[in-house]
């Protein structure tokens, strides 16, 4: 190469491929958010049709759990108490 030709460094870019895409990802990001948000309305309106509050329903939950595990070991010690006695004798 000549010192009167010169090369053009650097990187060189065609700007329609760039603002194509660019105006897809906004369009795209557009389409998301919408979908965010109705998701989010629909979620919401039907978190306040519920008869009762997500907390409290995790209290009865709760409590029924803790029902269920009282009755359990009530049922388990009851069992060991009334089975025959040569049933509970070591096995050796």
Known sequence: MT????????LQVRS????????LVGVGGVIALVGIAIGGFHLLSAVRQLEVRPSELAKQKLAQARAA????????A????????????PVS
């Open 16 to 23: 329609g491929p760039l603002v194509s895409g660019a105006a």
């Open 78 to 89: 009851g069992a060991w108490q009334n089975a025959p006695a040569d049933s509970r004798a």
């Open 69 to 76: 595990v009282a009755a359990a070991g009530a049922a388990g």
């Open 3 to 10: 010192e009167t030709q010169k090369s053009k460094g650097g």
